[in-house]
């Protein structure tokens, strides 16, 4: 069994296609598919089932990924450290963050990293807090920043910031001169919502539930932006954290005393995964620098 026949299997299994692997890989599909199939006859039983359309990991292939997935990680893993123990400080970190930290917290943060760590640069990926998770367990990525709303196996977070969250209606809303306001002034009103694959779809279902009402859904989306333009459109009203640079001509943005509205910004990394030096040091300015927990 060779180690490249390993990472064959694994795009194979990734795409669910042999000419789309083929093409990924650079390898001609005859030559993949006896790769593969050397391997099926190492292992005693075929992993894959042929399909017309592609082909689809069996109960044998299923269980051989997992191990497959482990081996190829800590390869990675072990070619990373050694490469780490040769330079130590220098090195490359895959950082993922949710779009409300990228106008000011995001590029503050690496400006004062890198004036400690000059050398260490960085991957940056916007994404929604459960995409980011799923790339945090995959390996993909080594930290993010985002918004669980609960315990993940396998992974590690401590609170960086607490981020209000505010009430937006339209400039000719009835409420829109308003500073303050408790939620349930707005139980009858439309909502414009956000996708349940978005921690702020959940969050702020239960904050309207503490408040005593089901939102009535319009509409959903994945942007704070977005749902700010419709909000301005007349299409309902909507709750979203502090947007930087919001154009409040069309918008009246509007602080909640009941319940109180906060969600709270994660640091995220893998549990038992391996740290690069940069990576560690980067995760340990986090957590002794005014980053963690005073924004």
């Known amino acids: 069994m060779h180690f490249e026949q390993l990472f064959y299997f694994q795009t194979v299994a990734k795409h669910n296609s042999f000419t789309k692997a083929s093409e990924e890989l650079n390898l001609s599909q005859p030559a993949l598919s006896r790769s593969i199939l050397r391997l099926e006859e190492e292992i005693g039983v075929p992993l894959l089932e042929r399909k017309s359309r592609g082909v689809v990991l069996n109960q044998y292939g299923k269980v051989f990924l997992e191990y497959v997935n482990q081996v190829l990680s800590e390869m990675?893993?072990?070619?990373?450290?050694?490469?780490?123990?040769?330079?130590?400080?220098?090195?490359t970190i895959s950082l993922a963050f949710i779009q409300t930290l990228g106008s000011s917290f995001v590029p503050d943060l690496i400006s004062d990293f890198q004036k400690e760590f000059p050398n260490i640069q960085f991957q940056l990926s916007q994404n929604i807090s459960s995409k980011i998770l799923k790339e945090i367990h995959a390996a993909n990525i080594d930290i993010g920043f985002c918004s669980p709303l609960e315990q993940h196996e396998g992974l590690c977070s401590v609170p960086v910031l607490s981020e209000e969250l505010f009430l937006i209606v339209p400039a000719s809303h009835r409420l829109a001169e308003k500073e303050r306001i408790n939620l349930s002034e707005v139980a009858d009103e439309p909502?414009?919502?956000?996708?349940?694959?978005?921690?702020?779809?959940?969050?702020?279902?239960?904050?309207?539930?503490?408040?005593?009402?089901?939102?009535?859904?319009?509409?959903?989306?994945?942007?704070?932006?977005?749902?700010?333009?419709?909000?301005?459109?007349?299409?309902?009203?909507?709750?979203?954290?502090?947007?930087?640079?919001?154009?409040?001509?069309?918008?009246?943005?509007?602080?909640?005393?009941?319940?109180?509205?906060?969600?709270?910004?994660?640091?995220?990394?893998r549990r038992n995964g391996y740290m690069s030096p940069a990576v560690t040091n980067f995760k340990e300015f986090v957590e002794r620098t005014g980053y963690r927990n005073d924004q």
Not at 76 to 91: E, L, S, W
């Open 76 to 91: 990675k893993d072990a070619k990373q450290k050694i490469h780490d123990m040769v330079d130590p400080n220098h090195g």
């Open 191 to 269: 909502f414009i919502l956000f996708k349940p694959q978005t921690a702020l779809h959940d969050l702020i279902e239960n904050l309207c539930h503490e408040a005593g009402f089901h939102p009535r859904k319009v509409f959903e989306g994945y942007e704070e932006r977005t749902v700010s333009d419709l909000v301005g459109a007349n299409f309902g009203v909507a709750i979203v954290p502090h947007i930087p640079n919001l154009d409040k001509s069309k918008i009246s943005m509007i602080q909640v005393q009941s319940p109180k509205c906060f969600r709270v910004i994660q640091m995220v990394w």
